[in-house]
């Protein structure tokens, strides 16, 4: 089953109007939480980890936030450079730390 | 200080033919993750090693798909007899240790004509 599920699949925003993208999941004993950002033809850039539940962290315009069932991504008056799919992963329950990733979700700034 | 390197960064195959894609991590790191992405879905684990050991290979096809992680030398992720259905990009990622964080590399996009 999805252990992590990410909304909404695309979003349309016009510049400098903010918004959040949210990632739920489903796994018990999180011992971790990603953000990435993945231009098309790149690979997935790393932005965030977030192990507890209350935590915050910033990097520009974005802000990523924690609760025990889900994470949002808080994109503060965004620019047409921050288009891109951000993508979400938790670790999987167990002893191997291997990140299972949502389906992301495609963001697109209008000038 | 360089990132995580793989190549080809595009390689086509025939059906049928061999895709050995290679990865080299991160200096110092010695965890190795493979992942596939289709278009418009998210990155599907496939293997997860250490130096000379398979740790995880449950994302992993049990047919044509394997993997290793020599002691010298990149990570290779091997194709046999390659079917367009193989045909995706491929992701590694490294980490020096659990939790930690996960730095990918480019990919390696395979089209299988």
């Known amino acids: 089953e999805d252990q992590v599920t990410q909304s909404p699949e695309a979003l349309r925003l016009q510049e400098g109007e903010s918004s959040s993208l949210n990632c739920s999941y489903t796994?018990?004993?999180?011992?971790?939480l990603f953000w990435y950002r993945q231009d098309p033809g790149k690979g997935p850039e790393f932005l965030f980890t977030?192990?507890?539940a209350g935590e915050e962290k910033e990097k520009e315009r974005l802000k990523a936030t924690l609760t025990k069932k889900e994470s949002f991504l808080h994109i503060t008056a965004p620019k047409p450079e921050d288009s891109a799919t951000y993508l979400c992963?938790?670790?999987?329950?167990?002893?191997?730390?291997?990140?299972?990733f949502g389906r992301g979700t495609s963001l697109i700034v209008h000038p | 200080n360089a990132g995580v390197m793989q190549n080809p960064r595009h390689l086509v195959r025939r059906r049928g033919q061999e895709a050995r894609l290679r990865c080299s991590p991160m200096?110092?790191?010695?965890?190795v993750y493979w992942y596939r992405q289709l278009p418009e879905e998210g990155l599907k684990f496939m293997v997860y090693?250490?130096?000379?050991?398979?740790?995880?290979e449950s994302g992993m096809p049990k047919e044509r798909f394997s993997a290793e992680f020599p002691k010298e030398g990149p990570s290779i992720l091997r194709i046999q007899q390659v079917v367009r259905g193989d045909s995706a990009a491929y992701f590694c990622?490294?980490?020096?240790?659990?939790?930690?964080?996960?730095?990918f590399g480019s990919g390696t996009r395979l089209t299988v004509v």
């Open positions: 990622a490294s980490s020096l240790q659990g939790a930690k964080g996960y730095t």
């Open positions: 796994v018990s004993g999180l011992r971790g």
């Open positions: 977030l192990y507890s």
């Open positions: 992963a938790v670790l999987r329950p167990g002893g191997s730390y291997i990140p299972t």
């Open positions: 200096k110092g790191h010695s965890h």
């Open positions: 090693l250490q130096k000379e050991n398979i740790i995880d």
